[in-house]
């Protein structure tokens, strides 16, 4: 979150995704943060084939 806000306070358009697992097993939660001068829709540039 402090990232994004910097990024967001410099003038950057962002996209957060944030997980939030079961915890009741444990683990961790995490972000994917993306920043650019230009507009971002996803959390990705391009999709993959499988």
């Known amino acids: ?3 994004s806000r910097l990024f967001n ?3 950057y358009c962002l996209y ?3 997980d939030y697992p079961c915890l ?4 961790h939660d ?3 943060v993306r920043a ?3 507009k971002i829709v996803a959390h990705r540039r391009s999709i993959r084939n499988i």
């Not at 009741?24 to 683990?27: H, P, Y």
């Open 9 to 11: 306070q410099l003038g």
């Open 1 to 3: 979150m402090i990232i």
């Open 36 to 38: 650019s001068g230009e």
């Open 16 to 18: 957060q995704y944030l």
């Open 24 to 27: 009741i097993r444990g683990g």
């Open 30 to 32: 995490f972000a994917i």
